[in-house]
């Protein structure tokens, strides 16, 4: 089975500072990799995804992340924060079953909090 | 379009009662998705929907049932409810095709068992 690992779960940074999130996984075979977004008591909303090709995948809102295979890693970026980037963070996988329906499963979250 | 909507927004519950948690989706997507948030834990798949008529159990199913009522409407049914049960609850639907693995979430059902 699958696991994801998030390993700050808390990230504070100051405004227009960069920030990175740390997403590792653990699977023996071929992933889909995904970052969503949870402002206060709202849904998930995607941010970007990696399903194949370029290894660095740019998301909405001026994130980005790097899938790097050999680490098992897909680490969430972005140059510059905003105040309303304040939010929950998860990195969630699916190892694609070829069934059908194939459940995603998350890492923890990490809270960003901006810092004025 | 709506995307996926979910009723009811809050709910509290005593412990033993029942109750539906209802999800419906405007997409035409296949697959649909019960998933729990609790603190600290992310969110954990209850049980999903490949298709209309198909069900299958996820990570945490006991003390669930699920109906995928048709392609739109996926509902989640506490038969007794428990304090453990006390969680936000979110529904989602995907497509199936080789590029579209991304699931699209509803706003959630806070419920509390007391």
């Known amino acids: 089975a699958q696991s994801v690992t998030q390993l700050d779960s808390q990230v504070p940074v100051f405004e227009e500072a960069p920030v990175e999130l740390r997403c590792n996984y653990s699977s023996s075979v071929s992933v889909y990799l995904f970052w969503y977004v949870q402002y206060p008591n709202q849904g998930l909303q995607l941010l970007l995804k990696?399903?194949?090709?370029?290894?660095l995948v740019k998301g909405i809102n001026g994130f980005e992340a790097e899938f790097n295979k050999s680490q098992t890693s897909f680490h969430l970026r972005k140059p510059s924060v905003h105040i309303s980037d304040t939010a929950e963070y998860f990195c969630?996988?699916?190892?694609?079953?070829?069934?059908?329906?194939?459940?995603?499963?998350f890492g923890k979250g990490t809270h960003l909090i901006i810092q004025p | 379009n709506a995307g996926v909507t979910q009723t009811p927004k809050f709910q509290v519950l005593k412990t033993g009662q029942s109750m539906t948690l209802q999800c419906a989706q405007d997409m035409n997507h296949n697959s649909m998705y019960w998933y729990r948030q609790d603190p600290g834990m992310g969110l954990r798949l209850i049980y999903y929907s490949a298709s209309e008529g198909t069900t299958d159990k996820g990570e945490v199913p006991n003390g669930y049932n699920v109906s995928r009522l048709n392609k739109r409407e996926f509902s989640l049914r506490l038969e007794s409810a428990a304090p453990s049960q006390t969680s936000v609850y979110f529904c989602?639907?995907?497509?199936?095709?080789?590029?579209?693995?991304?699931?699209?979430f509803g706003p959630g059902t806070r419920l509390t068992v007391t």
């Open positions: 969630a996988v699916i190892v694609y079953s070829g069934g059908g329906a194939d459940g995603l499963t």
């Open positions: 989602a639907s995907s497509e199936r095709g080789a590029g579209q693995r991304e699931q699209y």
């Open positions: 990696y399903l194949s090709g370029s290894t």
